[in-house]
């Protein structure tokens, strides 16, 4: 075969690879992490898991505990999941369907939770950015204005205007010559196999065949080398199942573009225009319905969080969760797209008002409409002892300098009840982090594992997800069950008890997280990348709680 095209063929392979931000194009001879990785522990294991496991075998030991209600502020949750349905949160005060607020709490019938997202007869589905709608609001504040001849206020907002059309613009475009160089490659890969196929006149040939192509053309001797690289992974397998693994990442992928041009970055598009909704309106908390909290798709994101925090531990069916004796809150405010402000400050206050003392919240955005809402509905849900959780994001960068909205940088008594999660991988060594994790020595508290999670997806089905939105609830979790062993903890201890137990490995050259662009690695010290320099380790964590109890 002809070496001479091995760049070309590499950068080909690294799209590929990296067909979108958090979306690897994964076949099944790809190395995949054990199944319930999280649990596990370095010293029975080698793994950096939680040590959920070990802590039940010889701390929990069947001690109960008391109920801990985790409020899951996401996508929804399938609450008729069978690894669900029996942690439920239930809202005793509420007559099912008898349509009237039992409870005069607000909400009508809000058996296991609420969704801000829609009310009667409709739901919202696809969102814009927060991004789209700054540039939508900005485009009609100043459309047909003279710039020369506004106020000095006003001129302040048009600077901001300018700032914020460069970067919709500049977003804009790239996704959609991301879309198209996507669609191109994807031609190209399938033209290399039907040249390679009808060269060998095998339609799904191994590795061990391609040693058979002996040509003087360029093009073939390309696609042989694109294939060698692929398929020398397991020279036993042959292309079709790289070819079915292809077939099921081109759909996500083509998806993911389409619907970002479609929907979140389209101005013109807001799913509630006619539906009487106010995202300016912070006086009233109380809309929305108790619909779609039983799920199909569209729900995959937060069952999947949900399984993760507290999937039954008692039965044995697909998982456990590293919580027992929890009571899961199902909150539906995070859409495909970016979520309004006025939904997660609705959303928070729900949680806090109906007895969650976790909140797990596996969203963020890179701008934010109304954060001084936000932060005074996370200071009245403190106030009333929820700690949140929240994931810190998966663009491989460093929010000490970027922003990731919410976030509590402006608060340093909010902060004492607030953990920012990184994302960890299964591997030890320099690969501990994952490559997409956000990090910040300042603003992120901790790590946990976010790497090929397997747990709940809608359908009583299981399936492994990525992201520093596993994390999040890993923790949500730890925290959940120190709680609910060492119920006179406050918010604010379980934070310190967290941070103090973490497996620390501050000391540990690891690469610096890049969110898949194609940079030089880089290598730094895990310490770096968080405040603790550690891994959340709920064995240590609950040995540390006794202690601070008595």
């Known amino acids: 075969m002809n070496n001479t095209n091995i760049y070309y063929i590499m950068t080909k392979i690294k799209f590929l690879l990296s067909l979108a931000t ?7 001879i790809s190395a995949q992490a054990p199944k319930g990785w999280q649990h596990l522990s370095y010293s029975q294991d ?9 802590a039940y075998d010889e701390l929990v030991k069947g001690e109960p505990g008391v109920k801990v209600i985790v409020a899951v502020i996401d996508s929804g949750s399938d609450i008729q999941h069978e690894d669900l349905n029996s942690v439920l949160w239930t809202n005793k005060g509420e007559i099912a369907g008898d349509g009237i607020d039992n409870d005069k709490n607000g909400y009508i019938d809000d058996i296991h939770g609420w969704s801000f997202l829609g009310g009667e007869g409709y739901d919202v589905l696809e969102e814009t950015l927060e991004l789209t709608r700054n540039y939508a609001r900005y485009s009609k ?10 106020s000095r206020k006003d001129k302040k907002d048009y600077k901001k205007f300018q700032e914020i059309k460069i970067a919709f613009e500049k977003e804009k475009t ?14 190209d890969f399938m033209r290399n196999y039907n040249l390679i196929s009808s060269y060998l006149d095998i339609e ?5 065949d391609l040693s058979k192509i002996n040509s003087q053309d360029s093009i073939i001797n390309t696609g042989a080398s694109m294939f060698a690289m692929i ?13 079915q693994g292809m077939q099921k990442r081109v759909e996500k992928v083509d998806s993911y573009f389409s619907e970002k041009l479609e929907y979140n970055l389209n101005p013109e598009w807001n799913p509630r225009a006619d539906k009487g909704y106010n995202e300016a309106d912070f006086k009233n908390f109380h809309y929305g319905g108790n619909t779609y909290l039983v799920g199909g798709a569209e729900n995959g994101h937060g069952t999947h969080c949900a399984g993760i925090i507290g999937a039954d531990r008692s039965n044995d069916l697909g998982i456990k969760g590293v919580a027992s004796n929890v009571e899961l809150m199902t909150i539906r405010a995070v859409p495909n797209g970016d979520e309004h402000d006025r939904d997660i400050a609705a959303a928070m206050r729900y949680a806090a008002d ?4 976790v909140i797990s919240m596996s969203y963020g955005k890179a701008y934010s409409y109304n954060k001084k809402e936000v932060d005074a509905a996370i200071k009245y849900a403190i106030k009333k002892g929820v700690l949140f959780v929240h994931a810190a994001g998966n663009d491989g960068k460093n929010i000490d300098v970027e922003n990731n909205f919410p976030n509590v940088k402006n608060s340093k008594s909010s902060a004492k009840a607030w953990i920012e999660v990184g994302a960890s991988s299964w591997k030890t060594g320099k690969d501990l982090p994952a490559v997409f994790s956000n990090y910040g020595q300042k603003s992120v508290d901790l790590f946990a594992p976010g790497v090929d999670i397997y747990s709940s997806v809608p359908m009583s089905d299981y399936d492994s997800y990525s992201g520093t939105s596993m994390a999040c609830p890993a923790v949500a979790g730890v925290a959940a069950l120190v709680m609910s062993q060492y119920p006179k903890l406050s918010a604010k201890d379980v934070k310190k008890v967290l941070m103090k137990s973490v497996t620390n490995l501050k000391d540990l050259d690891v690469k610096l997280p ?10 730094v010290k895990f310490g770096t990348l968080s405040k603790s320099g550690g891994v959340v380790n709920v064995y240590e964590a609950l040995k540390l709680a006794k202690e601070m109890s008595k």
């Open 354 to 357: 109906n007895g969650a003392r």
């Open 46 to 54: 080698s793994i950096y898991g939680v040590e959920s496991t070990r």
């Open 174 to 187: 790239e996704t959609q010559e991301q879309y198209d160089g996507f669609n191109t490659q994807i031609h």
């Open 141 to 150: 504040q100043f459309e047909g204005k003279d710039p020369k001849k506004l």
């Open 231 to 243: 398929l020398q992974r397991d020279t036993t397998v042959s292309v079709d199942v790289v070819m």
């Open 514 to 523: 890049n969110g898949r662009r194609d940079e030089e690695e880089k290598i």
């Open 204 to 208: 799904n040939f191994k590795f061990n």
């Open 22 to 28: 958090g979306i690897l194009l994964s076949f099944q």
